[in-house]
Structure formats: structure tokens, C-alpha cells
């Protein structure tokens, strides 16, 4: 078993020499087992390639990984915190972080959720603040985007959730072109 963490951040000769082994080892006992983060892989990225090329041979597997339900969120939480959180709080939880276990494991090491009783009730309702760890991944998200990506997703900030095409088109002045 190989298992390769990330694997969006190996460069084109690991790649390559992965590419290898596999080709080579097709007759032993090798799994190769790869985490990925498609959002950060760019049309380009060499990635894409061995993936189509795996994908032709039909030695790929892809198991994409969903959001976290309300319940799943509020067992990660609790094996986290090592206590179970009050429905309040675990339903505030899940609305902040949508599910996303990053999200949910660095804000409950954060100490961002309080049980109901630690939590007066016009705070109860306040939004969490986003752990350090949380703003570094999406700021390093945003950073990958183009100057007209980066506008959007302000203007999509800004508007708020939920919205539709046709209102971030209105507010990004009719730049459909551009989008």
C-alpha cells in the first residue's frame, strides 16, 4: 500500500515516477492510494494528466468525498471536544461550517462553539469566527483565482447567501463576459 496525501502538490517527476511504478508493478500487489483536492488542480497541472492516462487504462478509482451531514458534524465535534455538544450548538456548528471537517475540527479546537449554557442567547445566534487555520486555507484559495475570479467571489461575499446568477451578473454590472 502506497498512500500519497496531497498528492495536487506533487511535482511532474513524482508524478512521472509514480506513473512508473505503476505501469511496472501492474502484476504485484500495489495499491496506490492518492488524496487530492480537485479544486486546487489547474487544467494544466500534470496531475491531470496521470489521471486521464489512469482513468483510459481503467486503473482509476475516484471516490470523491461529500460535506459532513448535521449528524456526522456533531460526532466529529464531539470526538474533537471529547464531549458531546448540545443540539443548539451542534446546529450552529453545522450552519458555519457546512460540513466541512476541516472547517469543524479547527473550530472546535478554536473553542469556537459553546455549549447553550456557556452561551448567552443574543450570542447564541452570532456568527462563529473563523479559525486562523480556516482563513489560511481560503485565503490561499482565493489567491489561486484571476483578478475577475477574485472580483466575483467578492461580490458573491458581499451579496451574501443565497443568491443567483442573474443578481451576481447585475452587481458585476452585466459582465457576463468576463465571468
Request: glycine share 6%.
Amino acid at each position: 500500500l502506497l498512500f500519497i496525501d496531497d498528492i495536487q502538490w506533487c511535482d511532474q517527476e513524482t508524478l512521472d515516477w509514480l506513473h512508473v511504478l505503476m505501469r511496472f508493478a501492474r502484476q504485484s500487489q500495489l495499491l496506490v492510494v492518492a488524496a487530492v483536492r480537485d479544486e486546487e488542480l489547474s487544467p494544466a497541472h500534470p496531475m491531470q494528466k496521470l489521471r486521464i492516462h489512469l482513468q483510459h487504462e481503467g486503473r482509476l478509482t475516484e471516490l470523491p468525498l461529500l460535506p459532513l451531514d448535521a449528524a456526522e458534524s456533531a460526532q466529529l465535534a464531539a470526538l474533537i471536544a471529547g464531549k458531546q455538544l448540545d443540539d443548539r450548538s451542534a446546529l450552529r456548528l453545522f450552519q458555519h461550517t457546512e460540513g466541512n471537517p476541516l472547517f469543524i475540527v479547527e473550530t472546535i479546537r478554536a473553542g469556537e462553539v459553546l455549549t447553550g449554557a456557556n452561551v448567552a442567547s443574543d450570542e447564541a445566534d452570532a456568527p462563529l469566527l473563523l479559525p486562523p487555520r480556516v482563513q489560511a486555507v481560503i485565503a490561499g484559495r482565493l489567491a489561486q483565482l484571476s483578478p475577475a475570479g477574485r472580483t466575483l467571489a467578492e461580490l458573491a461575499a458581499a451579496i451574501g447567501r443565497p443568491f443567483d446568477l442573474d443578481l451576481l451578473l447585475h452587481a458585476n454590472d452585466g459582465g457576463e463576459t468576463e465571468t
